[in-house]
């Protein structure tokens, strides 16, 4: 073979070569494209269902922070509250506030008095709270009585539905809950500006209620605030001890690993299991009372315990070994090492996750559900020992009310919620931000 046959077959394999490098680089950026196209489609699919989530939870809830009213003047009637002599607080509570109101209205309406079916038409237009409206104005202030005031009394929900659209005017009389007259009474009062839509400040002040238009999310968020300081004052302390001690002061054995293995077995632990552990333990076994937002802060503390550690424990690990190696050669103790120097740097870490340890226990339903904190509660609770609810109950419970009110405010109680977890991961970011040191 000739040097020339020699030097083709070289210049053949190094074009034969070229061209294959030169087809698998080709194959591994089509491979790279089609990678990067699968994980943007992935996050449009995910970004597109969030944001079908979020709409359909703010069409359905934003109605829920108007509530529509009817403005009457109301003659308090001395008669209705007896001889002015035998007046005291007993008889001011057991006046018939419900009468005082479906007089004002039947005037503004011009109701037939003697018309049983039409003054029972009319009674359907407010809401059965107006009573309670009514009783509390007179007894913040008894010189009421006797005098004619205005008053915006709480219109029924099925009318606050109708003004909403919720209930079609086209509908068929026997198929709608309001009948045409009733709809004749709704068009008239509108269009003299008796009855209109003002902000809802009951969602947020009212208790638990039968009828949609009286109830509101106050007990939940007193419940709830109690809850969650019972689960920061005894998680984040706890947590953050127990998370220092297995990072930095305890010795590496066979137990220490048991004790670590069953902390991550149990932030994995299904939340309901929780609830039956204080089921059992804190009400059947330590008899604390049922529905009390104290109990329900000791099983979400139990449920939190896991996250605080494990982020604790990552956080101190984050910190270079070098810190430690400086501050010990300098004569600091292992103590004044920790406190001093590990603590404060892994301190970003610390409050990332027991922030989000906390906005997770405040989204959680199914404990609270198994220590009886769906209780119907009215009155706003003074301690952590009164019947309370809370908000991912509160929801629950809305939930399953038949009543077309209740619709709206479930929507609205999640964007309540949404709202303060993400006020919660919001502070988190924050923080980190704000403490966050570079080394």
């Given at each position: 073979m000739t040097i020339a046959n020699v030097q083709m077959d070289m210049r053949t394999q190094q074009q034969t070569r070229a061209e294959h490098a030169a087809s698998l680089a080709k194959k591994r950026h089509a491979a790279e494209r089609r990678f990067k196209f699968y994980g943007l489609a992935a996050i449009g699919v995910s970004l597109m269902f969030l944001g079908l989530l979020f709409t359909s939870i703010v069409t359905r809830g934003y109605t829920a922070f108007m509530q529509s009213v009817v403005t009457l003047n109301v003659f308090f009637d001395p008669a209705e509250?007896?001889?002015?002599?035998?007046?005291?607080?007993?008889?001011?509570w057991k006046a018939n506030y419900t009468k005082l109101a479906t007089a004002a209205l039947y005037g503004t309406l011009g109701v037939d008095a003697g018309?049983?079916?039409?003054?029972?038409?009319?009674?359907?237009?407010?809401?059965?709270?107006v009573d309670v409206q009514l009783r509390n104005m007179v007894l913040a202030d008894p010189t009421l009585i006797g005098q004619t005031r205005p008053v915006a009394l709480l219109a029924h929900g099925n009318v606050d539905a109708f003004l909403k659209g919720a209930i079609s005017r086209d509908t068929p009389e026997e198929n709608r809950q309001l009948n045409n007259a009733q709809v004749a009474w709704i068009?008239?009062?509108?269009?003299?500006?008796?009855?209109?839509?003002?902000?809802?400040?009951?969602?947020?002040?009212?208790?638990?209620?039968?009828?949609?238009?009286?109830?509101g999310l106050g007990v939940a968020m007193i419940g709830?605030?109690?809850m969650m300081l019972t689960v920061f004052a005894l998680a984040v302390p706890l947590g953050v001890a127990?998370?220092?001690?297995?990072?930095?002061?305890?010795?590496?054995?066979?137990?220490?690993?048991?004790?670590?293995?069953?902390?991550?077995?149990?932030?994995?632990?299904?939340s309901i299991v929780f609830g039956l552990l204080g089921l059992a333990v804190f009400i059947n076994f330590l008899g604390m009372p049922r529905s009390a937002s104290l109990v329900g802060g000791l099983v979400l503390t139990l449920m939190t315990?896991?996250?605080i550690i494990i982020a604790t424990r990552a956080a101190i690990n984050a910190v270079p070994p070098s810190i430690r190696e400086a501050a010990l050669g300098v004569g600091a103790s292992k103590m004044q090492t920790v406190f001093h120097h590990v603590l404060p740097l892994a301190m970003p870490g610390i409050l990332t996750g027991t922030i989000l340890g906390l906005a997770k226990a405040l989204g959680e339903t199914a404990p609270l559900l198994?220590?009886?904190?769906?209780?119907?509660v009215v009155d706003f609770p003074r301690t952590p020992l009164e019947s309370a609810t809370a908000l991912p109950v509160q929801i629950y419970m809305w939930a399953t009310e038949a009543e077309r009110g209740f619709v709206e405010r479930t929507a609205a109680a999640t964007l309540v919620l949404l709202a303060f977890m993400l006020l919660m991961n919001a502070i988190a970011i924050v923080l980190r931000q704000r403490f966050t040191r570079k080394w």
């Open positions: 509250f007896g001889p002015p002599a035998e007046r005291n607080a007993d008889t001011l018309n049983r079916n039409e003054r029972r038409r009319a009674n359907e237009l407010l809401s059965r709270g068009d008239k009062l509108a269009a003299n500006g008796i009855l209109t839509k003002t902000f809802n400040t009951g969602l947020f002040t009212f208790g638990a209620s039968s009828q949609p238009e009286t109830a709830s605030l109690f127990a998370a220092l001690y297995l990072q930095e002061f305890a010795p590496k054995n066979r137990f220490t690993d048991l004790i670590e293995v069953n902390i991550n077995n149990l932030a994995a632990v299904p315990l896991p996250t198994m220590i009886g904190m769906v209780a119907f």
